[in-house]
DNA sequence: CATAACATGTGACTGTCATCACGTAAAATT
DNA sequence: AATTTTACGTGATGACAGTCACATGTTATG
């Protein structure tokens, strides 16, 4: 299916690239669905593709030698991934699955090596983003090292949340298609079951509201804010 | 104090640059010493620079509300550190601390931001360096999702002797300036006393041994591989 | 619309390890 | 050489959360 400049523009990153390169780009893009479940980036594949997330969710995961899944980072819609090999010649460090039913941008490597190094601007988007990722993990491994599981759960639904300290609303907000207990489960190290057992007490204490699968109301933003900074058992 | 072109090449990343380059660079890279617990990088700086350790060692820690700890990744000599910050207007996002008494090469960014995107074997170095720190952070994650803590241990022993699963050795190896129970622990979400209690059986199966406190030989790396891959708790 | 597949809820049980408290050993500093 | 600081060693205790087992909703899908 053949790509517009249009539709690379909704990207950010590509988004001020000059047009002649954006054209060069979209010319070698295809766009490709992907069902719930599917391998999106492989990091055994030799050669591999950036991912741009135009519709639906995908998960960077790993996975222990027991087949234990690990997760890793929720990629949401105008997001991208597959970007850590380009660079180098080795392999992605983890699997990209889709976690619902998704329409990715794939723009293969071969379209990038050539020019990224002479084009300044998509360079220096590029490595900004890799800046990014590593300030990604580093969060998320900070969430990790909280010692209190619920404050772990309580951190990263805040930070699914979007929300910065310095500007909370009083009014509920709304995330729409939240991670299962499980895929939330695996990115804090810890068992579907408790996780199940935390958003009961969110429920109950009225911070949070179900409202279908794929929309998590959450009513009280600076309760929820609170408790992720609470170090008080 | 003045630094030469030659010492900027003890650096792998800056080798391969061109002379003029090394040499614009060199002139503005001083070297300077810092003592045991000193902070290297500071996030809260407004200004930073690249740190190329060139000897003692360096970890990069993170701090959680309640002041513990996060260990993120040791610095050997022959590393840099600190370019996360250097790709836009953004913080570092750790810091970086001296564990010995260290010497370190500082690089201001000003010296890097007029030339960086201009040279590309500059450039392309730095975004491999950072597509590196994912693949690194991504690896201590996974060792981090290992659910008996002891195998964490091994893991990280494993990972400090820089080893590859398909060239293990059969004699004994010697990993040089060991962190110390304490420094590993933050790096596994654990504590020092378990640590304590890891090594003492490694110690008691002749698998490590202690050699004064700077050197730690690993008598059986292949023993401390298999310990490492077992899932059996 | 029936049935399978998946997501969530909940109780009981148990092992592991964090924490506390202290002792010893080895450096570093004076 | 004396003293302080830092690293390591070890036992006792208790809480937390992982695991298992199963029930109940809820969403796909033929």
Known sequence: ????????KRFSILRDLPEPTLLLLASQAVLRKFS????????????SALCFLFEGSLQGVDFTLD???VGLYFVRPGDFCGEVALFDAGANPEFVIALSKSQVVILPYSALE???YESKSLIKALSQRLAYRVRELTE????????SIPQRIHRQLWQLTGLKADNIPSNEIEIIYPPTHQEIAI????????????????LAEDIVQRN????LIIKQPEKLYALSNTSEK
């Not at 299916?1 to 690379?8: G, S």
């Not at 998320?140 to 010692?147: E, F, G, V």
Request: no cysteine.
């Open 1 to 8: 299916m053949a790509i517009t400049v249009e539709l690379l």
């Open 36 to 47: 719930r479940r599917e391998i999106v980036v492989d990091p055994s594949e030799q050669k």
């Open 67 to 69: 087949g234990r899944e």
């Open 114 to 116: 050539s020019v990224m």
């Open 140 to 147: 998320q491994r900070s969430i990790l090292s909280l010692p």
């Open 187 to 202: 990115m804090l190290n810890t068992s579907r079951e408790t996780v199940t057992r935390v958003f009961q007490t969110l």
């Open 212 to 215: 279908g699968t794929n929309s």
